[in-house]
Every structure is written in C-alpha cells, then in structure tokens.
C-alpha cells in the first residue's frame, strides 16, 4: 500500500528541474517543492520527536505553502487538518474542539480567527519556520495510517470530520490517471480552495504523477487569463465556476484545453452544452462522488448515449448496488439506496460512531443517495434521502424538481425545500434566480412545470433569490435558505 509524498520524492530525484507549482508570481521545481516540505518535517519534529499520528490544524492562504504544509504533515505520519479560512471564529473554534488538534499553524493573516482560542498549542507559519530542525524525520507509518481529516461543506447540518488513510488516496492517483487520461506533461489548474477535497485531491495528485500545478485564486478573469497565456491542458471545477467564465468569456474558444474534469454538485444540461462550446477540443469529465466514498462513477459529458442522470461507469474497483432499507436488492425501476463497495472509501467520521454507523453496512456504504436502475440497464441518481420531501403521503425528490425548473429559459439557478405545512405535511417551495433579462413570472412557471411533472410535484410557492448563497465546494447552501414567515 501506497502513503502519500512518496511519489514526489521519486519525482525530484528523477526530474528535479521539473516544474512542481506554477502561480502567477513564480515557479517551484519539484526539487524545491521537495526539499521545502522535508525541512518543515524537522521542524515539526524538533515540536514532536514522533511525529505518527499527531494532529496539525491549519489556516492558510490558498498558496504552494499551504501543499508544502499538507505534504510535510501527511509524509511524517502526521494527520494534516485543513481549516476553511470562511469560518467563523465560532466556527473554527467549534472545528478546534472537535477534533482536537496537537497543534495548529496559522498565517497571521488569519490571526483575528485565533482571539479566545486558547485550547490548543498555536504557531504562526513564521514562527515555524524559524525553528530549529532536527536531523531525522521518524517514518513508522503505513497505508492503513490516517494522513488527512477534511470537514465536510455542512450543506444540510453541522459539518463533520472525515478522516482518510494514505492508501485510499495514494493507490488511487494511478486510476485517476488512466481514467481522466492525464500525464506528467499535462500543466493542471486548480481554482479552487483546497481546503474542498475535491480541488485538494486534484493537486495533490498532479504532484504524484509529476505534472505542473497551476494554483490561483478562483476568479473568471484570472482563470481566462491562465487558460490562455500559460497553455493549461487540464481544469478541475465545479458548475457554479463555468458558469462564472462564461459569463466573462468575451469572443472565441479555449482550444488548448484538452481535459475538463467536474464534480461537486449537478451541473445543469444546458451548462453542459455550453461547456462543449466554450472548449470544443476538451474531453469534458462528470464524476459521481462524496468525500466519505471518493469516486464512486464517472461519466463523459460528450457521450450522448448516456440518459439525463445516469452517473455513468464506476471507478475502477468499484463496486454499485442498489438496495431497499432492508439491505436487499431492489428490483429493476424501483428506487433505493445506492451503496459502495470499494478500497477509497473513508475511514470514518472522527467523534461520531453513530454517525458512522448510518454509512457502512458490513463492506458497503452511503451517503443517502437515492436511484435506481433504468430498462437499459443505467444507474439513475434521484437525489439525497435527506432532502427528500414528503407531501400529502407522497415522497418527492427536490432533485427531479429542479432538473425541471433549471430548463426554462428565465431560469438560472433552483433549489427545491419542503416547508413544514398543516395540510400537507410539508409543501414544496422553489427557491429561484433569473437568467440575464428575464423576470419571474409565476403563472408562466406553473404551466411549464405542469407539462413535465404530476401536479403533486408542482411548487406550491415560488420565492425569488438575488443570489444563492453557496459553500467553498460551490454547492447551495440549502441550510440558508429562509422560509418566508407567515403572520397571524
């Protein structure tokens, strides 16, 4: 079993000029990159002599320092904790006492966070790396070690720690790279924070494989700019990001880029479209997965063989089932729990069995998706369980709902909620923003929607958003989403 750093290691002995990071101010070799993250290992170890499964927190800028950290923390046998610098100060310290980090390093950009905090051993990264270093770095770890707990987005509740073991990751970059067809020649963009996994993952694997990193802030502007101007073969991203560089493309196509890669959450069938447009060289990727179970399928977005919500082809040793509440397998048309069987999943959740307990099932798990297999013999997502709505003793998929919506012309982005209701149970109530130039208009959306779902689906109240608010893994934030209230 594979631990992560190892592959960089291998990388900077072979190619050592190679480039490992590129950002707009400067470049890092891998020899470099290598050598940045085995002095902060002495470091940390001058703080723990033995390094095998202490925790590190951390709040950085979105920079090569912030994979210089995560690398050093992973490749010492210690279990990197990466902090969302959107938090709160409340936040973070309700994160701090959860999973009750040996140490945490911050920027002093950050340091405001940090006032009242004073449960756990602190240092700024200056401070760090002002420290003496030891001499030898102690490597008694393996695999089946946790390298890394990430929190999940939180997008319906509190946000949980999952935690990661080397091999989940590590023995995965090589099907990730067969599967999305990259190589150590690929020059990759990563515009997201990486504190989300999926944009973590993404790095840190162009790293193992030997291929360059291109890392910056997410804005269109900037991301046009590098598209164009540094040659960018690959680009991770979520929907709600091309939509933004669509909005900014100004004239022509980006005809260099030859892989896109999404995930995240749904991306819309006329979004799609637009991205085979924008770049028509691209071999444009849709993936299917959850942080607890990483890739679970995947689908090309050019193939259109594949009917809307099918989630395509599994990963490699993946295994899919769909099955009833009773752990038994459905029949074909019915709908059920989608489960996993696979060597990426998590290990669990940190400080909470129970809710472990609800995602494995003997060598299976879920995260509470919902589908079903098709005649043709496809694998149809429905949605989540948990945002399922149950109105006058009928269940309603919000999924489907928006699916819908999302298709008329005036819209441009739609979340689906069941509101608590006397009569119904719980009703269904559209949250919605307009396209460019074009306004609500609630009698014209109830006749179009009526055309495409029985009545009972139907919104029983439309509410029209300036804007959605939306987590750091570009997904809605359904939590925040506010009822309007009733008088009387």
């Known amino acids: 079993m594979s631990v992560i750093g190892t592959s960089i290691r291998e990388v900077a002995k072979r190619d050592p000029e190679r480039v490992a990071i590129e950002t707009w101010e400067r470049q890092i070799s891998y020899q470099e990159f290598y050598q940045s993250t085995q002095l902060l290992q002495r470091k940390l170890t001058f703080l723990f002599p033995k390094g095998k499964g202490k925790k590190i927190g951390f709040l950085l800028p979105n920079e090569p320092k912030w994979l210089e950290l995560f690398i050093a923390i992973s490749s010492m046998g210690g279990i990197a904790i990466p902090f969302d610098p959107k938090w709160s100060p409340r936040q973070l310290s309700e994160v701090i006492r959860d999973a009750e980090p040996d140490l945490v390093v911050y920027d002093q950009t950050f340091a405001n966070q940090f006032k009242g905090i004073n449960s756990v051993k602190t240092f700024t990264i200056k401070a760090l790396e002002l420290l003496s270093p030891t001499r030898k770095v102690a490597s008694d770890f393996s695999g089946h070690d946790p390298f890394y707990i990430g929190y999940t987005s939180g997008t319906t509740g509190q946000p949980k720690g ?15 790279r067969q599967v999305f067809s990259l190589t150590e020649e690929d020059k990759i963009l990563c515009p997201g924070p990486l504190v989300h996994s999926h944009f973590l993952y993404a790095a840190v694997q162009c790293l193992h494989i030997g291929a360059t990193l291109h890392l910056c802030p997410f804005s ?24 933004a560089l669509n909005r900014k493309r100004t004239s022509g196509t980006a005809d260099q880029l030859i892989t896109l890669i999404s995930s995240g959450a749904k991306w819309s069938d006329s979004s799609k ?26 689908r090309k ?44 999943v998590f290990n669990g959740y940190l400080n909470r069995p129970e809710e472990t307990s609800k995602v494995f099932h003997g060598d299976q798990a879920t ?6 297999l098709n005649k043709e013999g496809y694998i149809i997502l429905q949605g989540r369980k948990q945002n399922m709505i ?5 269940n309603i998929y919000p999924e489907e709902v928006e699916q819908v919506i999302r298709k008329h012309p005036a819209i441009d982005e739609a979340a689906v909620l069941g509101m608590d209701d006397s009569y119904w149970g719980q009703k269904v109530v559209a949250f919605v ?8 208009v609630i009698d014209d959306m109830k006749s179009y929607i009526t055309k495409a779902l029985p009545k009972y689906k139907c919104p029983k109240e439309w509410i029209k958003l300036d804007q959605f608010p939306y987590t750091s893994s570009g997904k809605i934030a359904r939590k925040e989403l506010q009822f309007p209230t009733r008088s009387g």
């Open 162 to 176: 999952f935690i990661r073991n080397h091999a989940s990751w590590a023995d995965c970059f090589s099907l990730g």
């Open 390 to 394: 149950i109105s006058g003793g009928l």
């Open 220 to 243: 269109a502007r900037e991301v046009w700019g590098l598209i164009k101007k540094q040659d960018i073969t690959v680009m991770y991203m979520v929907p709600t990001m091309f939509e």
């Open 433 to 440: 923003t307009c396209a460019e130039d074009h306004q609500l």
């Open 301 to 344: 977005v050019n193939d259109e063989t594949l009917p809307e919500g099918a989630i395509g082809q599994p990963f490699p040793e993946v295994e899919i089932s769909i099955l009833d509440d009773g752990g038994k397998p459905v029949s074909q048309g019915e709908i059920g729990n989608l489960f996993v069987s696979s060597p990426w």
């Open 273 to 298: 479209q637009k991205a085979k447009e924008v770049f028509p060289q691209a071999c444009i990727y849709e993936f299917y997965g959850a942080s607890e179970l990483s890739f679970v399928s995947y």
């Open 367 to 372: 995260v509470g998706d919902l589908a079903f």
